[in-house]
T-cell receptor
């Protein structure tokens, strides 16, 4: 069955430190993977999609099919990065259903 | 202009009541969704409509009934509310693969 795993519930780092939010997936086909961010009491927003290979707010994520991972990275964390981050996998097709991981709360300390 | 808007933002109600949450999108997207975010922040899909047709119906109690009068609207009606229904409900829409636009959520508290 399709599954997205985010092993860390909470990741606490100091401002300026590197950040890596882990995401692993299981999917039988070719995955479409995304990172969504939810700032405190706000709506979820699309941060990255792997097919775009873009960098948003300094974040990047590379799809590693061998390790079935899509980790989110940023070289220098900022306090405004503090938020809940969700990795998600799209089943595509007619439903375009998104399966979310359980989320990782990133807390950037001053 | 808000792309996906939900009303109400907060809803506090007693057990056993019936309530509705409304969602509207002005993006011209064909597909709309309802997700539930529980107290542990876990997000799970409930329903999806594509052009007014139900295409995803996860294992959700039949007290929950979605209604899509047109492709810009997807409402969620909940009968006989229970304490366990307390959560944040997010509406979303999409056109392209995985590119969801979410509403700001409706925080439902059942007392």
């Amino acid at each position: 069955a399709q599954r997205v795993t985010q092993p860390e519930k909470l990741l606490s780092v100091f401002k300026g430190a590197p950040v890596e939010l882990k995401c692993n997936y299981s999917y039988s086909g070719s995955p479409e993977l995304f990172w969504y961010v939810q700032y405190s009491r706000q709506r979820l927003q699309l941060l990255l999609r792997h097919i775009s290979r873009e960098s948003i707010k300094g974040f990047t994520a590379d799809l590693n099919k061998g390790e079935t991972s899509f980790h989110l990275k940023k070289p220098f964390a900022q306090e405004e990065d503090s938020a809940m981050y969700y990795c998600a996998l799209s089943e595509g097709g007619a439903t375009n259903k998104l399966i979310f991981g359980t989320g990782t709360l990133l807390a950037v300390q001053p | 202009d808000t792309a996906v808007s939900q009303t109400p933002k907060y809803l506090v109600t007693q057990m056993g009541n019936d309530k509705s949450i409304k969602c509207e999108q002005n993006l011209g997207h064909d597909t709309m969704y309802w997700y539930k975010q529980d107290s542990k922040k876990f997000l799970k899909i409930m329903f999806s409509y594509n052009n007014k047709e139900l295409i995803i119906n996860e294992t959700v109690p039949n007290r929950f009934s979605p209604k899509s009068p047109d492709k810009a609207h997807l409402n969620l009606h909940i009968n006989s509310l229970e304490l366990g229904d307390s959560a944040v409900y997010f509406c979303a829409s999409s056109q392209s693969l995985g590119g969801y636009t979410f509403g700001s959520g409706t925080r439902l508290t059942v007392v």
